[in-house]
């Protein structure tokens, strides 16, 4: 509903002005991230009215200070003087997550240990919070406001510092009883691959990242032929000097680029086989590599899968890289 409907439909029922000024229409949606906390002021349109980004807090044993991240998003909703129009706070979180309880079971990033997260931010804050997994809140972000809307069905991905993913099947999110489902990052696309923290060995999530990419240029710059070994004497390495490297034309970082694209193209077409969900969405930061990367996906998709229905497939990227996550948790808070 509109807001000038709105008005008309107060007055008829016998509203007061004042009573615009206290409808609960906006949401603040916090996404934290392994390295910083996204904050949005955000309507049920999905309009980001105001959003700030900080560091991530963490005390002085490493882990994420939640009583800090509290105060952050206290700050912030007092400084824009909107508490009165708040519906609440919807948090997106990394880890194994209990939803229903507002419980983090394990954010091994985060250092958190069965942390009651709703219940700390609610009293400190004195407004509604609700939880969600980082990888769902970005694809209700989509479903909501962005590549996913009107679709009653795609699996998204989320290329950041890990990779995660969330289906969305006949118009609901796939949910597994055992806890985190559809979490791709780490199955394995290389049997005897690098070895990972989770335990597995050749994790997609360990090529296909913008840490990864870094990782590998790294080890393999001494004997690489390319730009970067002249680079990286002024500039510091990270994914985006291989991106730039790339787009220079520098052969070494586009194969680089089109190699993580084919492992993401291997776990996709697992994807497929599983579930039969041929809408595709690719966001998180690293995904906006674009062209450079998902062309080896598409065109791994193409020649793995044995079916009339590859040419249905569409893989496309997110409308919301960085901030799906932010969205989908205000969007919970509407629900
Ligand atoms: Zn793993």
């Known amino acids: 509903m509109g807001w000038e409907t709105g008005w008309w439909n107060d007055l008829k029922e016998g509203g007061r002005m004042s009573d615009m000024f206290s409808k609960k229409s906006l949401a603040v949606g916090v996404d934290i991230g392994g390295t910083h906390i996204k904050l949005g002021l955000i309507n049920e349109q999905g309009e980001v009215i105001d959003h700030y980004s900080v560091n991530l807090l963490r005390d002085e044993t490493k882990i994420a200070d939640i009583a800090l991240i509290s105060q952050e998003v206290a700050?912030?909703?007092?400084?824009?003087?909107?508490?009165?129009?708040?519906?609440g706070v919807g948090v997106a979180c990394p880890g194994i997550l209990d939803t229903t309880l507002g419980v983090v079971k394990f954010a091994v990033n985060l250092g958190w240990n069965e942390l009651p997260?709703?219940?700390?931010m609610q009293e400190r804050l004195k407004l509604p919070v609700r939880l969600e997994c980082d990888a769902t809140a970005g694809a209700i972000g989509e479903w909501r406001y962005g590549a996913g809307m009107d679709q009653s069905?795609?699996?998204?991905?989320?290329?950041?510092?890990?990779?995660?993913?969330?289906l969305v099947v006949d118009?609901?999110?796939?949910?597994?009883?055992?806890?985190?489902?559809?979490?791709i990052g780490h199955t394995s696309v290389i049997p005897?691959?690098?070895?990972?923290?989770?335990?597995?060995?050749?994790?997609l999530e360990k090529y296909v990242s913008a840490s990864a990419i870094t990782d590998r240029v790294r080890m393999e710059l001494d004997t690489a032929n390319t730009i970067l070994s002249k680079w990286v004497q002024?500039?510091?390495?990270?994914?985006?000097?291989v991106y730039e490297a790339a787009q220079q034309g520098d052969l070494y970082s586009k194969e680089v680029f089109q190699e993580a694209?084919?492992?993401?193209?291997?776990s996709l077409v697992n994807c497929l086989q599983l579930f039969g969900v041929g809408n595709i969405i690719i966001g998180g930061g690293f995904s906006q590599s674009g062209d450079l990367l998902l062309e080896a996906t598409r065109k791994t998709v193409r020649a793995r899968f044995p079916s009339d229905d590859v040419m249905k497939v569409n893989i496309k990227q997110a409308s919301?890289?960085?901030?799906?996550?932010?969205?989908?948790?205000?969007?919970?808070?509407?629900?």
């Not at 694209?261 to 291997?266: P, R, S, T």
């Not at 890289?321 to 629900?335: E, Y």
Request: hydrophobic share 40%; charged share 15%.
């Open 75 to 87: 700050n912030f909703i007092e400084k824009r003087n909107v508490r009165n129009q708040l519906a």
């Open 117 to 120: 997260l709703v219940e700390m």
């Open 153 to 166: 069905g795609f699996l998204y991905v989320c290329l950041g510092t890990g990779v995660g993913a969330s």
């Open 171 to 183: 118009h609901h999110i796939y949910h597994g009883d055992l806890g985190p489902a559809i979490n």
């Open 192 to 203: 005897d691959g690098k070895p990972c923290k989770c335990g597995n060995r050749g994790c």
């Open 234 to 241: 002024s500039r510091a390495l990270d994914s985006l000097l």
């Open 261 to 266: 694209g084919e492992l993401l193209g291997v």
């Open 320 to 335: 919301f890289p960085t901030t799906a996550g932010m969205l989908g948790a205000a969007a919970n808070i509407f629900q």
